[in-house]
């Protein structure tokens, strides 16, 4: 048996449109309908997965539906695999902050790099290298938890020696 252009065209479409269970039906459905070899016949014409229309068939017939479980893949966040980081990252930056010298936003200033942040994590709070995420994601974490990694905008002015004379002058009260 072989398929049309038009017949390609819509079976195309119509899986293109649907997601997860409703695909695997429709998939499950056609292959079905052309009786014997007919997922072989789908994998070579439309490039349909075999394992995918067996997955059909099998909701199919049992009438269970197979959920996608795609919130579980992928790599966990760090904080997930290292449940105390954020708050070693808070108590090792806290020594280390400083506000906004000008008061005009609830920054928080660091004068420590990303990679001494870790190499501090390793040191102080016994964490392993392997362990221990990229400087990029401790980076990362740190501009979450409000910290800016660059120097502060004011700094202090020098001392001149002309204001310090005029200071060190006894006052007259009378």
């Not at 079976?11 to 649907?18: S, W």
């Not at 449940?83 to 200033?109: G, K, M, V």
């Not at 001494?116 to 740190?142: C, D, F, H, M, W």
Request: a positive charge.
């Amino acid at each position: 048996m072989k398929l049309t252009a038009a017949e390609k065209v819509l079976h195309q479409e119509r899986v293109r449109q649907l997601k997860g269970h409703a695909r695997r039906l429709y998939m499950a459905r056609v292959a079905h309908a052309m009786g014997r070899g007919g997922p072989s016949l789908l994998n070579r014409e439309l490039g349909w997965s075999r394992d995918t229309i067996r997955k059909g068939f099998k909701e199919l017939t049992t009438g269970q539906i197979c959920y996608d479980c795609y919130w579980a893949r992928g790599r966990k966040r760090a904080e997930e695999r290292l449940p105390n980081l954020l708050s070693d990252i808070r108590a090792i930056a806290d020594q280390y902050s400083q506000t906004d010298p000008s008061f005009e936003s609830s920054r928080l200033y660091l004068r420590l790099s990303a990679a001494s942040v870790r190499r501090q994590l390793i040191e102080q709070k016994g964490y392993t290298n392997e362990a221990l995420p990229s400087e990029e994601v401790i980076r990362q974490r740190l501009n979450e938890l409000g910290y800016t990694l660059r120097a502060a905008k004011n700094q202090p002015v020098k001392k001149l020696a002309e204001t310090e004379a005029i200071f060190d002058q006894p006052v007259a009260v009378g």
